[in-house]
């Protein structure tokens, strides 16, 4: 077979066979015959920087990456030393897109593919920088955009307004030095998450349930910002005690530029349906240390759980503990209301001059028929009407 493989790659050379000669009369007999680490042997014998092979391994990587034969796309990727796409290529190993084996949902188990998409991306970022230095750099197609790291997307072709001119063969991607450092600290961040999700144990899985939505797939940061958003929300949720994944949880928000505000409400809405009350707690107190001095952030944190609490009459007296925490007069006013408090709400109301939210009270306690609420109110909005008439304005 060697001595075949090696006849028959000098005649697709000298006779500048397409590619797909190539694929079909050699890659796919390969594969078939366990041949497969031979022709790689052969390639390499006509040239070890495998220049001449640039279209036909090209296509090779393109019918792996059609037929889902992720495995033997991954060996040809570390092959040819396109780490780019190798690395990738672990990542949806990791994310179960590369395979069909296991559980799809414990990623746990598929660390090491992790581990091994970083070793890539340092081993680039170490060839970029001694290319650099000698001011030679064999890799090509420069991308403007970030490439996807989905694996369908990996072999796209590539139009001419989306690349730099080429300076090498094209079978390899080679994105910016920046580019590959963030999908490095991408990398990285994501091993984090996975093995503090992991000591978490149970809670971790309480985490997934409450917020994997429709997801048959993990949340996982090479997604987009909703999807990094759940896997914050993961982190938040999976902690027994708040503060040892509060951390990790305002890194993820602050480096990939997530809402926080949404996140947290989110959480707290959770922990609340769960009855995990003094998690909110930890929250608020958490989120006050981090120096986020964003009083409305707070005030949605509180308001989530009321409203969540407001839905159980026995949880109403919890509900106005959390209420007494509020700042603002719109939002103990509102959250009062949610809780069917109208009188509280009404003394709040009157105390801040808020007319406006005095004539809503009103009106809920007139369609509630809670005259005895609704007349204090008339009163109240009736005096006003004669101040203003009196000192000549409207009202």
């Not at 050379?13 to 890659?27: A, M, Q």
């Not at 999976?238 to 602050?254: D, P, Y």
């Not at 109403?316 to 007494?324: L, M, P, Q």
Request: net charge positive; charged share 25%; proline share 3%.
């Amino acid at each position: 077979p060697l001595f075949r493989s090696q006849k028959a790659c000098h005649i697709i050379l000298e006779k500048r066979c397409s590619p797909i000669v190539f694929v079909e009369g050699l890659l796919i007999p390969s594969l078939r015959n366990s041949c497969f680490r031979d022709l790689q042997e052969v390639m390499r014998d006509f040239g070890s920087s495998l220049d001449v092979w640039e279209k036909h391994l090209t296509a090779s990587c393109q019918y792996l990456a059609k037929k889902r034969l992720f495995a033997v796309l991954y060996k040809l990727q570390v092959f040819i030393k396109d780490y780019i796409r190798a690395s990738y290529t672990c990542i949806n190993f990791f994310t179960g897109e590369a395979g069909r084996s296991g559980s799809k949902l414990d990623v746990y188990p598929r660390l090491h593919h992790l581990e091994k998409a970083l070793s890539h991306l340092e081993t680039y970022i170490g060839e970029y920088r001694g290319a650099e230095s000698t001011q030679s750099w064999p890799l090509s197609v420069k991308t403007k955009k970030r490439p996807s790291t989905t694996q369908r997307s990996i072999y796209d072709d590539v139009s001419e307004d989306d690349t730099q001119p080429d300076t090498g063969p094209g079978f390899r991607l080679s994105p910016s030095l920046g580019d590959a450092r963030r999908q490095c600290h991408v990398v990285r961040k994501q091993i984090e998450v996975t093995k503090y999700l992991h000591e978490c144990g149970v809670f971790a899985e309480v985490a997934h349930q409450s917020s994997k939505g429709h997801r048959d797939m993990p949340a996982t940061l090479f997604g987009s910002s909703n999807t990094k958003s759940s896997v914050a929300s993961q982190v938040l949720l999976a902690s027994q005690n708040i503060e040892n994944g509060f951390k990790l949880a305002f890194t993820l928000i602050q480096d990939f530029r997530l809402n926080a505000n949404k996140i947290y409400a989110n959480v707290s809405r959770t922990f609340a349906k769960q009855r995990r009350l003094r998690q909110v707690d930890q929250l608020l107190s958490c989120v006050k240390k981090s120096g986020l001095n964003d009083s409305r952030c707070q005030e949605e944190i509180l308001m989530a759980c009321i409203n969540v609490l407001a839905e159980d009459r026995k949880e109403i007296k919890t509900a106005e503990k959390f209420i007494d925490m509020l700042t603002s007069d719109d939002s103990k006013i509102n959250a009062l209301i949610r809780c069917q408090k109208l009188k509280n709400a009404y003394l709040v109301a009157i105390r801040g001059e808020r007319v406006e939210q005095v004539k809503r009270i009103a009106k809920l306690a007139a369609e509630s028929r809670q005259t005895a609420i609704a007349d204090i109110c008339e009163k109240y909005l009736a005096k006003v009407r004669e101040e203003t008439l009196y000192a000549g304005g409207r009202y």
